[in-house]
């Protein structure tokens, strides 16, 4: 069990199945909690519906970065990746992640990640990743 990442289980209608990350320039699968300045990541999300379908289904992250004893938001995202149904698994090519290149991006983050959709009241799904950019 990795304890840089924490789901919230209690969201049952909604299920990433697998997130594949690769750097772009060699093939790689990366790792989650180290991340390397200057790289592009490639990241395909595999994930499960298993009541009725989605609208919309978005997928919403806010990016912190640690700086002394507390954490400061330095980056918001929301990704629409489309209206699935109950067929599966579903697959999505989220957008390519450039890392950062400046000795600045050097440090440690947390990620907060949630999915929404239309036609769903509330969260589907909400995890925190924490890493490091090196």
């Known amino acids: 069990d990795d304890s840089s990442h924490s789901v919230d289980t209690a969201v049952q209608s909604f299920a990433v199945l697998k997130s594949h990350v690769v750097d772009q320039a060699t093939g790689q699968v990366?790792?989650?909690?180290?991340v390397y300045r200057g790289t592009t990541r490639l990241e395909t999300l595999?994930?499960?519906?298993p009541t009725g379908g989605v609208q919309n289904l978005?997928?919403?992250?806010?990016?912190s970065k640690k700086l002394g004893f507390a954490y400061m938001t330095v980056?918001?995202?929301t990704l629409v990746?489309?209206?699935f149904g109950t067929a599966g698994p579903n697959q999505c090519d989220l957008p390519p992640n450039v890392v950062p290149s400046t000795a600045m991006a050097k440090g440690t983050y947390r990620i907060h990640i949630t999915?929404?959709?239309?036609?769903?009241?509330?969260?589907?799904?909400?995890e925190t990743v924490e890493f490091c950019i090196v």
Do not use: P
């Open 30 to 34: 990366c790792v989650c909690d180290k």
């Open 46 to 49: 595999t994930f499960q519906i």
């Open 58 to 63: 978005t997928r919403h992250v806010v990016t």
């Open 75 to 77: 980056n918001h995202d």
């Open 81 to 83: 990746l489309g209206s």
């Open 115 to 126: 999915y929404t959709a239309e036609n769903i009241e509330g969260l589907l799904r909400e």
